[in-house]
């Protein structure tokens, strides 16, 4: 019987969601680098949350304090804390913060345990993502378009989601948990940093145009 002839598309069986041919996978969709990147970014993230929850007690204990990124006008965490948009619904945005980067936190450390989800999973966290992306996409509008001023951990925060949807969902079209047309699987693997990258580049220019150089110290 002819040897089946190789093919471009390496995605994985989405019924097992395990590679068969793995050492074709970019480095992030293999399961150690899903959990590096997941861990990573999840821990930046958590971490500046974490600031911003004890900037704002210490904020709310004595209202003249100056928080750590009260940097000018234009920068101020504490002006962005006291926004109605920091607690979009009724308690601070970050606490949503904290169950998400957690939840991720521990999906990194099963993964790097030698734990593997279902396709379903996957999916429902790809989902989520996406989600805390939207929300950090309204999130940035507030900032740059309503409140006029930006708070430096909550960029971070935004960053760090920015590069976990597109790297997730790169990983999710290539072993075919998301199942697509091979042309599409081939340009998710090959542009997935590209694509952050340009990202980053329009919120930056987004806020230079906005609010204008004073953002980065320049009169």
Known sequence: MPATPPTDDVRLSPADDVPAEEDRLTWYARPAGTAALLLIT??????????IIVERALLTADPTHRTSCDLNPWVSCGQVMQSWQAHTFGFPNTYI??????????VAVSLLAGARFARWYWLLMNAG????????????YSAVYSIGTLCLYCMIVWAMVIAQLVLVTSRNLQTGTLPAPAGLVRLARELAWPVIVLLYVLVFASILLELGLGVIGID
């Open 42 to 51: 999840s821990l930046v993230a958590l971490t500046a949350t974490i600031v």
């Open 97 to 106: 913060g904290v169950v998400a980067f957690s939840v991720l936190i521990t």
């Open 129 to 140: 993502i996406l989600a805390g992306f939207a929300f950090c996409v309204w999130l940035w």
